[in-house]
Nanobody
């Protein structure tokens, strides 16, 4: 299973960015997709998740500014980030909880991190 992420970059405070993530490979089902973010020296933080049933979760600090969406048929997820703040600066990594074809257990898979930098 591979996760391909794209998006991110440099933006001024108040601006917007969009992250996308696509899962591919021998996938039977994807239960959840989402993003973590990490700043050097700090603990990794779960930013947002989108589940197969359409439910979403967000860390309080991004509530109302970030929106996560997903396409179950394409095994993709997107994170729309609006009203960005300098404190949103971090490396964002997408993940997916996947059940592979022929497998009985779910596993978490990770994509490469993408940098988001918000200047003040």
């Amino acid at each position: 299973v591979q996760l391909q992420a794209c998006g991110g970059g440099l933006v001024q405070a108040g601006g917007s960015l969009r992250l996308s993530c696509a899962a591919s490979g021998s996938i039977f089902s994807v239960n959840t997709m989402g993003w973590y973010r990490q700043v050097p020296g700090k603990q990794r933080e779960l930013v947002a998740t989108h589940s197969r049933d359409g439910s979403t979760n967000y860390v309080d600090s991004v509530m109302g500014r970030f929106t996560i969406s997903g396409d179950n048929g394409k095994n993709t997820a997107h994170l729309e980030m609006n009203s960005l703040k300098p404190e949103d600066t971090a490396v964002y990594s997408c993940y997916a909880r996947v059940r592979q074809i022929g497998a009985t257990r779910w596993r978490n898979y990770w994509g490469q991190g993408t940098e988001v930098t918000v200047s003040s």
